[in-house]
Every structure is written in C-alpha cells, then in structure tokens.
C-alpha cells in the first residue's frame, strides 16, 4: 500500500485549525480526505476478523510456532521450531472459546455469557493469542496482566477489572493462590502447563480446593470445546477487546479501554503505511501484556505470517533468532542500543578486517545521506550480509522500533550494517500503539514520520516549556491525537479519563512535538516528567537522559534534579564490556579490580563522568542540563527491585527513593566543587 512515489517533502496535510493557542490539524498526506481510515476491509468487526484475513490467505501454511521443550526438568529447548498452521490455529480458538462457555454455563452457572473479563497472566506463547481471540470470536474480553508484575499491582489489577477467571503459567497458579484472600472474586485458574507428576498436581489441587478455586488444565478446556464446539457469535467494533492497564511510572497502572475498533483501525493504519507478507516469519519477543506487542502481531496474522515464540527468556532471545531465521524484527530501542554498542565494538577493532568495515560504514553513511538507500550490492555481498546472517538471522528485510526514542546515529548505522528497511514509530497504550510512522524510502534520522491514516494530531502550547504552535520555522507544542485507533478512556477512572481526554476526543499525550518542514512529526520534549531547578530553569530528564544513552558505556542512566538545588546528578549502571574498555586504554593500572570495584573506584567515576560531559556537548545539552556528578552502580534497573516499569521505563519516584543518599552525596559533592572553585 505505501509506495516509493509518495512524495517524502509532503508527508501530511494541514486541515485549518481556529482555535488559539494550537496548530493547524495534521492528516496522512497519501490517506487525505473527509474521513479517517477506519478499516481495510468493511467486513472487519472483531481482532478474529484480522485473525480470519490470514486465515483466508495462508490456511494451511505456518501460522503459530515454538522450540519445544525436550527435557521437562532442566526446560532445555529443541534447536528448531515445531508448527501449527492456521487451520489448527483456527480450530483451537473455537475449542478453547467453546469449552470457555461451557465451563461458564455449567461450572461456575453463568446465566449471562457475553462480556465476560478473562485474565491472562503468562509469558508469550500461542495460547495467549489462542485466549484472545477465543474471547473476540465468543464477545468476551481479555485482561492482560505482565508477566513480571508484582503481587501488589496484580491483586490490584483483578480486583479493578472484576476478573473471575484467569489463564496462566503454573508459577503464577501458584502466585494466585496465595492471594487468594485479597483477590475473593477468583473462582477459576486455568493452568498452561502440565503438571509434573500425580504429587504436585494433587498438592496444588488440594490447595486451590482449599482456597475455593478450581484449576483446570488448559487442555482440558480445549477438549470440551473439541466434544461439542459452538458457532462463533461475534461483538461489534465498538465492543471493548482488552483492558490493558498501563505500566504508569506514578501510581497505580490505569486500565486503557481498548476496543475492537480501535485495533482494527490500528491494523489497517500500520498496514497502510507497511503491508506484511503471506512470507513473513516474525520473533514473538514484546511482551504481549504490552499494545506494541499485540499491534505487530495483529499486523503480521492479517496478512498470513508466521510467528515463532520466543523460548520465554532473554537469555536465549539471539539464539531463538538465529534458529528462526525472521524476515520481521519489532525491536525496542534498549535492544537496538546493545546491538548497536557491540556491532561498534567489532567495527573499531584493531588490523585489515577493522578498517575494511569503518570504510564499508562510511561509504554506505554517505549513501544514506545523499538519499541513495542503505543497499550496496558490493558492501552487502562481501561484509553486512554476513553481520545480518550472524546476529539477525540473515532473512530480515524490516525492522521496526518502537515505545521509546531511538538515536538518530544509532538508526543509521543499523541500517547501513543490518542493511535493511529500519522504521521509528510512535504511538501509546491509547493509540493502539500506532500515530506516527516513517516512511519506507525516507532515509532521515530523528522524527517519527507521517501521522497513521487512522488518526489526526495537532499541537497545543505548552507556555511553561516555551513551546508555541506559532514558533518558526516549524510550531511545536503538545501531541494530541483523535481518531479511530484512539481509546474512550480508562475503566472506572472518570477523573483520569477527564485529564488525559478533552471534550473534542483529542488524547493529550503529555509528549511535546514538531512538525517539521516536511510534514513529519519530531518528539522533542515530554510535558509530563518535567521539573525546575533552583534557579527556574525548567529539565525535561528523558530528553538528557537518551543524550547519555547514546554512549555504549552507559547501560541504565537515571538524572535527578529538584528546586532545592541548582544542577542535576546522575546514577549510571555502566557496560560491562565498555567499562572494561575504557579500563584497558585509559585506566590500565586498575585492570586488577573486580566490576563492583570499578564502580566505586573514584578514578573510573571521573573517566565516565568526562565522556559522558562530551556526549552531552556532542548531544547539544544547554549548560544546567549537564550532570555535574554521577555515581556508576553495579546492580542494574529491574523490574524486580522496584525501578523499572513492565515495558523498562524508569519509575521516577521509586528511583529517588532508592537512591536517595547517593543523591544526597552527590550533591554534596557538587557543593563542595563549587566551594573549590569559587576560592580560585
């Protein structure tokens, strides 16, 4: 559908906008018209639907796929992938919504059976699709909980969405069960994976017996659907599909009411702006609890792909890629940025080998540049098709990043090296994950692209920042969105609902943008985390903090500044391999010490601290945008200790929190500085 002789110096149109204080209303310049794209195809009501277009195209081809486990104990995975086709597929979505209803209607006496909130706790894998769309062929709806989240955020979750029945992974029975006195509504867990043996299944029966919950094999459900299955009966596109509750960096996640609409919109936007192949294989890796993950899987089925499930564990991701082989490759930035620090690496090394690539890079960077692409059919031949193969595979042709900004350096240098079509997208849990993309044959780096044929975006002022939608030469402000993909608002929240919606049905995303001379959107600040130093100056920290990111050194970078003082500190979680890189050309003497020793070495603070003050000098930092002190610490971000949100964004509050006497120290530090050089 989007084609090379789009015209990239008119990417959008602007619809005139009256109303003070915003921009004119910007609309996909290949999709303009009185009406916003609302879907592909109008015979399009449920997420099955989509499901059924590929159904349509590749019945009896690859649909869902997995590494089977051939060793139950150790959970060792076979070194090739095991597939069902999409009849099959199609068969076990009608067995496990059948088997649902009759397990409603006869188990737990159901007299109502549409509706109906299901709970999914598990890791990727085909049941998970399986369960959502059983629940869109059957008008029931999917709440999905991370796999990672705590005990605190789940109980919540349940509870908000009134969910009395969830399927999960053994573990999480387990977690369950001992809520089972905070959670009182649960009633059923239908269990993923087998039982090991008669013991463990007859302890955790008499527990769950105990608790007054019933666990029921997945399997099992499957099977009576199987015995007696049950004509589809299908909801309508403004039916809600999902809840998904927002990995919020504040408070308690909000529950983003999703319905069937907004994804086929979002569907038929991403495949507008990019249509999938009956050929393509993609790694099923995104957390599926998370909209970015379910939109490129959508996208992929609508059009007869293959997904292939990653083993469930990141450690194995890379070796599940190069078993796979896929020709798609949604991707993170913190993902790309690992492999971009290790493929720089390999680029800078010493001898013929090194100086034959950084000569390929630079000739293709030039390319690029110059609008020629990112293809050199005697580079790619002799050097980037091997780096493809090694890390990626060999057959990927796209790769799309998405849920957070990517290094415009970055971005390019993958796309020379990878040599393949690599997009930045932009969108939010409310979006459907979709509001921006770039365009296939727009080398640029730095924007998002063209707004998705599905929705429209204007920009409001945000005069606290010095940001107006009369700036020249290109206005910048608020991002707000409306259209088809864009979300009511969130369950049971009115006052959230409120903030976050105005009257009009514009979503307020709370990220500021530009429109550039092109048409494209640029996110260039974020309205929501921003704070004032001590002398007024206003910090938008995750502006600063991508600015450090770029540095292969720093793996996790956390900025923290307030209104007591007058400049920012930092917490870095340094490489491992850069830190020991720079130990080896720069520190040699301190070769002898242990990684938490580095950390805490004064020395190696200081080193970090003087390439880090380039990188923001490189970056374009403005002078009390800089960290004046930093502290490198050993133990990572995580989900697990508190300071990283399910889709690994840093939980601002928390993190204060925990560091809170090395920021103390830090300023200190900074104090005692400054005591120092106002004496010279």
């Not at 998002?448 to 020249?472: H, I």
């Not at 070769?591 to 003050?613: F, G, R």
């Amino acid at each position: 559908m989007s084609g090379i002789d789009e015209d990239l110096n008119k990417q959008t149109i602007a619809l005139t906008n009256v109303t003070h204080g915003e921009s004119d209303i910007r609309r996909n310049a290949t999709y303009a018209g009185p009406e916003l794209l609302e879907t592909i195809k109008p015979e399009l009501n449920t997420i099955y639907d989509i499901f059924y277009e590929g159904y349509k195209i590749s019945k009896n081809k690859q649909c869902m796929g997995i590494r089977p486990i051939i060793d139950p104990v150790t959970r060792k995975r076979a070194d090739y992938y095991e597939w069902e086709t999409f009849e099959q597929v199609n068969q076990r979505i009608t067995w496990f919504g059948s088997g649902l209803l009759d397990f409603f209607k006869n188990d737990l006496h159901y007299t109502n059976l549409e509706k109906i909130p299901l709970g999914i706790w598990s890791v990727n894998r085909p049941e998970w699709h399986i369960s959502e769309l059983a629940c869109a062929a059957y008008n029931m709806y999917l709440v999905a909980l991370y796999d990672t989240l705590g005990p605190e955020t789940v109980e919540y979750v349940v509870n908000h969405a009134e969910i009395e029945t969830v399927v999960c992974t053994k573990d999480h029975v387990v977690d369950l069960l001992k809520l089972r006195e905070k959670i009182p509504q649960l009633k059923a867990i239908f269990c993923l994976d087998p039982f090991l043996n008669v013991e463990e299944e007859q302890a955790i029966q008499g527990w769950a017996t105990e608790k007054g919950v019933k666990v029921i094999q997945f399997s099992e459900i499957e099977e009576r659907g199987k015995k007696n299955p049950l004509p589809h009966c299908y909801g309508k596109r403004d039916d809600l599909a999902c809840l998904m509750y927002t990995s919020g960096t504040t408070g308690m996640p909000k529950g983003a009411m999703i319905t069937h609409g907004n994804l086929i919109a979002a569907v038929s936007g991403s495949v507008q702006a990019n249509a999938t192949l009956p050929t393509d294989v993609e790694l099923c890796y995104l957390p599926l609890a998370h909209i970015y993950g379910r939109l490129v899987d959508l996208v992929l089925l609508t059009g007869g792909g293959s997904l292939g499930f990653f083993s469930g564990t990141v450690d194995t991701l890379m070796e599940d890629m190069l078993i796979l082989k896929p020709t798609t490759f949604p991707a993170v930035p913190r993902l790309l940025n690992r492999l971009y620090a290790k493929l720089v690496q390999v680029v800078q090394a010493p001898g013929p080998k090194g100086a034959l690539l950084r000569w390929g890079v630079e000739t293709k960077l030039k390319n690029l540049k110059e609008g020629r692409g990112y293809e050199h059919p005697v580079l790619d031949r002799l050097l980037f098709n091997k780096i493809n193969k090694l890390v990626l595979g060999g057959n990927v042709r796209y790769i799309i990043s998405g849920s957070a900004p990517i290094g415009a350096d970055v971005l390019q240098f993958l796309r020379v090296v990878f040599s393949c079509d690599i997009r930045e997208g932009y969108g939010t849990t409310e979006t459907a994950a979709i509001c921006a993309m770039t365009m296939r044959n727009d080398s640029r780096a730095g924007h998002v692209g063209r707004t998705a044929a599905c929705n429209e975006v204007k920009l409001v002022d945000v005069p606290e920042m010095n940001y107006f939608s009369t700036d020249k030469p290109c206005p910048r402000g608020e991002v707000c969105v409306r259209g088809y993909n864009v979300i009511q608002g969130y369950y049971k929240d009115e006052e959230k609902t409120r903030e976050a919606f105005d009257k009009d049905q514009w979503y307020h995303t709370g990220d500021v943008g530009m429109i550039d001379e092109r048409g494209s959107l640029v996110i260039i600040d974020r309205k929501k985390n921003i704070f004032k130093l001590a002398q007024g100056e206003y910090i938008a920290p995750e502006k600063i903090e991508n600015v450090y990111t770029k540095h292969p050194i720093v793996a996790q970078f956390f900025l923290h500044g307030d209104s007591l003082h007058h400049s920012l500190v930092g917490i870095v979680v340094p490489d491992p391999d850069s830190l020991a890189d720079l130990i080896k050309s720069k520190l040699p003497d301190l070769a002898n010490l242990n990684y938490q020793e580095l950390c805490n070495n004064k020395q190696v603070t200081k080193a970090v601290l003087a390439m880090l003050t380039q990188v923001g000098k490189k970056g374009g930092l403005r002078g009390f945008e800089f960290a004046k002190a930093i502290r490198l610490v050993a133990s990572p971000f995580s989900i697990e200790n508190g300071l990283l949100t399910p889709t690994l964004k840093v939980k601002r509050p928390e993190a204060r929190k925990f560091f809170e006497k090395e920021i103390e120290e830090l300023y200190q530090e900074v104090d005692l500085s400054s005591q120092a050089a106002s004496k010279l």
